[in-house]
């Protein structure tokens, strides 16, 4: 049987790459779905914890994506939609599959060593400059094993397939690696193998940039597409229009040859609006919807409380057979 799981993390509203990478494919999933319990969407605010901010923002951020999500179109009908911390299995698991992880193969996550990169250079400087800063500190514990929470949530489910965008694809061949592993250890078929589920923009490139990936930690990104910041890149080389060709074609729900086509006559100048109009078109009708679903906050968090319940039976009724299986009461 298909088993779908897919995570994100609450930031309020998603960006353009979290919808054209992977929420996308989490509602055209529910076109062709049977069962009632094979779509489990989550909010991981654990995840979210690697991140500091105050708790009243964590909540307040999750309530919000998960209005997002809803305004997307996920239907709550059709998928389960949950909080990662309703679900304490997910840290159990957790702490399990670390115990078969070796360490070799976080250290080779490319996440992680870029993290451990911007730290490197932080400190460099710090001492450099001889003051005592808090980033010297070093790295957190939890993002260190981020990825292993990830096959958590993943495995607790035994989920067949994972939508996401390109940049966690290494970390679900981890889950899969972990996965394997564990079926080796303890002699045991509990776990499928994961596999991706990709978009055709699985990789939405910065508008400012277009040789990074468009990140979250760049708020800027959905203003600047209505504004002007693309057009240098864009004068400058064809990344910029590329991005913009494929971020159309995926609002439009066409190919990009077809894209392509139709804004064949377009100066840079045209292009640029047609995309901004696209956006506008998309994030218009989502944004008052999720302004809706939040001016009823109740009713979210009822949707939410039930899903869990749910999805708590689920996890329960795996968990018990995982702990069976290595040996845990
Ligand atoms: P997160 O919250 O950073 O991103 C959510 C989804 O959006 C995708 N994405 C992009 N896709 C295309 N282009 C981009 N520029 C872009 N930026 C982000 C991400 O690939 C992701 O699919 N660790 C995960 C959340 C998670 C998860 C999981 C995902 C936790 N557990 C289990 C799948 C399965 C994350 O931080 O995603």
Same mark, same amino acid.
């Given at each position: 049987?298909? =088993?779908?799981? +897919?995570?994100?993390? *609450?930031?309020?509203?998603?960006? @353009?790459?979290?919808?054209?990478?992977?929420?996308?494919?989490?509602?055209?999933?529910?076109?062709?779905?049977?069962?009632?319990?094979?779509?489990?969407?989550?909010?991981?605010?654990?995840?979210?914890?690697?991140?500091?901010? $105050?708790?009243?923002?964590?909540?307040?951020?999750? %309530?919000?994506?998960?209005?997002?999500?809803?305004? !997307?179109?996920?239907?709550?009908?059709?998928?389960?939609?949950?909080?990662?911390?309703?679900?304490?299995?997910?840290?159990?698991?957790?702490?399990?599959?670390? !115990?078969? #992880? *070796?360490?070799?193969?976080?250290? &080779?996550?490319?996440?992680?060593? +870029?993290?451990?990169?911007?730290?490197?250079? %932080?400190?460099?400087? #710090?001492?450099?400059?001889?003051?005592?800063?808090?980033?010297?500190?070093? @790295?957190?514990?939890?993002?260190?094993?981020? *990825?292993?929470?990830?096959?958590?949530?993943?495995?607790?489910?035994?989920? #067949?397939?994972?939508?996401?965008?390109?940049?966690?694809?290494?970390?679900?061949?981890?889950?899969?690696?972990?996965?394997?592993?564990?079926?080796?250890?303890?002699?045991?078929?509990?776990?499928?193998?994961?596999?991706?589920? @990709?978009?055709?923009?699985? =990789?939405?490139?910065?508008?400012?940039?277009?040789?990074?990936?468009? +990140?979250?930690?760049?708020?800027?990104?959905?203003?600047?597409?209505?504004?002007?910041?693309?057009?240098? $890149?864009?004068?400058?080389?064809?990344?910029?229009?590329?991005?913009?060709?494929?971020?159309?074609?995926?609002?439009?729900?066409?190919? !990009?040859?077809?894209?392509?086509?139709? @804004? &064949?006559? !377009? +100066?840079?100048?045209?292009?640029?609006?047609?995309?901004?109009?696209?956006?506008?078109?998309?994030?218009?009708?989502? =944004?008052?919807?999720?302004?809706?679903?939040?001016?009823?906050?109740?009713?979210?968090?009822?949707?939410?409380?039930?899903?869990?319940?749910?999805?708590?039976?689920?996890?329960?009724?795996?968990?018990?057979?995982?702990? #069976?299986?290595?040996?845990?009461?």
């Amino acid at each position: 049987a298909m =088993r779908v799981f +897919s995570g994100i993390q *609450p930031t309020g509203v998603p960006q @353009l790459g979290n919808y054209l990478g992977s929420l996308q494919n989490w509602v055209k999933l529910q076109q062709n779905s049977t069962a009632d319990d094979s779509l489990l969407f989550s909010i991981v605010d654990l995840h979210a914890l690697t991140v500091p901010r $105050s708790p009243q923002k964590l909540r307040q951020e999750t %309530l919000e994506m998960a209005a997002s999500i809803v305004a !997307c179109g996920v239907d709550p009908s059709k998928s389960l939609l949950f909080r990662q911390s309703a679900v304490a299995a997910h840290t159990q698991l957790l702490w399990v599959l670390g !115990c078969i #992880t *070796p360490v070799g193969w976080l250290n &080779r996550m490319t996440q992680w060593k +870029s993290k451990l990169q911007q730290q490197g250079q %932080l400190v460099g400087q #710090t001492e450099a400059l001889n003051v005592h800063a808090p980033a010297a500190q070093g @790295l957190l514990a939890g993002l260190f094993t981020y *990825p292993v929470l990830m096959a958590a949530d993943i495995l607790l489910y035994k989920a #067949t397939h994972i939508p996401v965008g390109d940049d966690q694809v290494q970390h679900l061949e981890l889950a899969r690696d972990i996965a394997e592993h564990f079926n080796k250890t303890y002699k045991t078929r509990l776990f499928p193998l994961p596999a991706p589920l @990709l978009t055709e923009s699985k =990789r939405v490139m910065s508008l400012r940039d277009p040789q990074r990936k468009m +990140s979250k930690s760049d708020p800027n990104e959905q203003r600047r597409l209505t504004r002007s910041a693309g057009s240098r $890149s864009m004068r400058k080389e064809r990344p910029g229009v590329a991005n913009l060709l494929a971020i159309y074609a995926a609002l439009r729900e066409t190919e !990009c040859e077809q894209a392509a086509a139709e @804004l &064949r006559d !377009c +100066s840079n100048a045209q292009l640029k609006e047609a995309v901004a109009e696209a956006v506008v078109q998309f994030v218009g009708p989502v =944004r008052s919807e999720m302004q809706r679903l939040l001016a009823n906050a109740g009713d979210l968090e009822k949707m939410l409380a039930e899903n869990e319940e749910k999805v708590n039976g689920i996890a329960r009724a795996n968990w018990k057979e995982i702990a #069976t299986c290595v040996g845990l009461q």
